[in-house]
């Protein structure tokens, strides 16, 4: 198994530009999480679904930030418009049921 | 009270020693703790679950549970240079939600 896959693996934009994070989980996993981590606050989690439906999306930081899952092998998060303080490592994150969650190799996010 | 809590690092330990990592959480209801790993760079992975109160042991590694005092720890047997990395205590609220601890920076020392 490849394990769950991030891309790009690293962003570099410019303020008011959107981004699209994806993500595709581990196969047979139904449940994906998008976790941002940053050195102030840690590993946050922004959203989470369970057989492709989002669960709780209370950590998503506001309307910019939005997160769709339209089939269970696939994931977009999606920043728009961009700011600096949205720089980031972001992580997608797949388990089944509540088992261990299998992180993907993150996406480095930098909004000049 | 921030949910999870851990003992503030960086942690330097020599190696052969006993590496201890503390966290304490709000949920009193949790069921489920978690140990894992994050390597600088790196994604962080799993490295020891927990469910019920006691000491569980896998290989060099020994989590111990406290529900009564919303405590949980990993100690680090024989510390090795490539233990190195920060640890993340979580656990696990409703559904599948998990929340992660802030995280300790260990470091080994040859």
């Known amino acids: 198994d490849a394990g769950v896959i991030q891309s790009p693996r690293h962003e570099v934009t410019e303020m008011g530009q959107e981004v699209t994070l994806r993500c595709k989980p581990i196969s047979g996993h139904n449940s994906l999480f998008w976790y941002r981590q940053t050195m102030m606050r840690g590993l946050e989690l922004l959203i989470y679904f369970n057989n492709n439906v989002p669960i709780d999306d209370s950590g998503m930081p506001e309307d910019r930030f939005s997160a769709k899952m339209p089939n269970a092998s696939f994931s977009t998060l999606k920043i728009q418009p961009s700011e600096p303080r949205d720089s980031a490592v972001y992580f997608c994150?797949?388990?089944?049921?509540?088992?261990?969650?299998?992180f993907g190799p993150g996406t480095r996010l930098t909004v000049l | 009270q921030k949910e999870v809590e851990q003992n503030s690092g960086p942690l330097s330990v020599p190696e052969g020693a006993i590496a201890s990592l503390n966290c304490t959480y709000s949920d009193r209801v949790s069921q489920s703790f978690f140990w894992y790993r994050q390597y600088s760079g790196k994604s962080p992975e799993l490295i020891m679950s927990?469910?019920?109160?006691g000491d569980k042991e896998d290989g060099r590694f020994t989590a111990q549970l406290n529900k009564a005092s919303q405590y949980v720890s990993l100690l680090i047997r024989d510390s090795q240079p490539s233990d190195s990395a920060t640890y993340l205590c979580a656990f696990q609220t409703s559904y599948d939600k998990v929340i992660f601890g802030p995280g300790t920076s260990l470091s080994v020392i040859p």
């Open positions: 927990i469910y019920s109160n």
């Open positions: 994150a797949s388990s089944w049921g509540n088992n261990e969650q299998f």
